[in-house]
Structures are given as C-alpha cells and as structure tokens.
C-alpha cells in the first residue's frame, strides 16, 4: 500500500502547473508566521498578545492539517479541520474588536462560537452550517460519502485516487 502517491501527484502538480497558487499558499503562511512572531515580541509582558499569538498559532495548525489533507484528496475529511480554523479565525476578531475579551479566554469563559460569531457579525453562517452538516460531525448524506465510492463499480475506495482537477478545486 502506498500512503503518500496521492500527495506526491499533488506535489508535483503543485511544482508545476499550479506554481503560483503553491506559492500564494506559502506566502500565506509565511505571513501567519510573521504574526505569530509579532506577538512573540510582545507577549512576555502582554496577555492580549499572548492570547492572540496562540490564537493564531492554533489557527495555523488547523489550517496546515487540513492542507496536508487536501493534498491527500481527503479535502471532505479536511472539512472536519476547517470549522475550528474558522472558530480561531473569528476569536482573533473578537478579541481585535475588544481587547478586553482576552479575559474570557484566559479564564476559559469564553461564548459559545456561534455566539462569537454574532457578535462580530460574521458572514461565514452558511460555511459553518455547511461544514456541520457534511464534514465536521457523522453523516451519511450523498455530499458526505460519494467520493468514498467507486462511481463505476459501486465499491467502497480503500483510498483517494489523485485527482487533478478535484485538487485545484479543492
């Protein structure tokens, strides 16, 4: 069995054809990683630093998961990743909007994410819902399970095939 030919396809592709979204995408890191060290400068001595740094860092990690994971083809699955990624990512707006807020995350009383999500008037409600119902929790709707299943045969895949097209899209 070979674990890894999926991800070296997209690599590949990713060396090649599709250089410039490899590079946007590594960029973007790149500049999640200044942030983090933006609040590394300031964090010893300033808690909504800290709290924000880690924010970050943690909104980093999940969004470098669920890249691996596309890189797999396992990009249903990566949805599972995205909607903490999306939480942090909404917790750095509120704590932006209200420094203040820091506390509740220190003292672990934080609103719920949907709450959150309303105080900041968020536009990612449908992305959320969407996630809920097809990626992040079980759930054998056709969307959840149709790439799980050989459209030719009916069988169930014992792996994601590299799929060009389905990881550009993805």
């Not at 699955?77 to 820091?102: C, H, K, Q």
Request: with cysteine.
């Amino acid at each position: 069995m070979d674990l890894w030919s999926t991800r070296e396809a997209s690599l590949k592709l990713l060396n090649s054809e599709l250089k410039e979204q490899q590079d946007c995408i590594e960029d973007a890191f790149g500049l999640i990683d200044e942030g983090i060290d933006f609040f590394n400068n300031h964090a010893a001595t300033d808690q909504y630093s800290r709290i924000c740094g880690l924010t970050l860092a943690k909104a980093k990690n999940y969004a470098h998961g669920a890249y691996g994971m596309i890189l797999d083809n396992v990009a249903q699955e990566a949805g599972a990743l995205m909607r903490p990624f999306l939480e942090y990512y909404e917790l750095l707006i509120y704590f932006s909007e209200d420094e203040n807020r820091v506390m509740e995350a220190i003292e672990d009383q934080l609103p719920t994410a949907g709450k959150r999500a309303q105080l900041i008037n968020s536009d990612f409600k449908g992305f959320r819902d969407y996630l809920n119902q097809n990626a992040s929790h079980s759930s054998y709707s056709h969307h959840s399970l149709r790439h799980l299943i050989d459209a030719e045969s009916m069988l169930i895949k014992k792996s994601q095939n590299y799929a060009p097209d389905v990881f550009f899209r993805n």
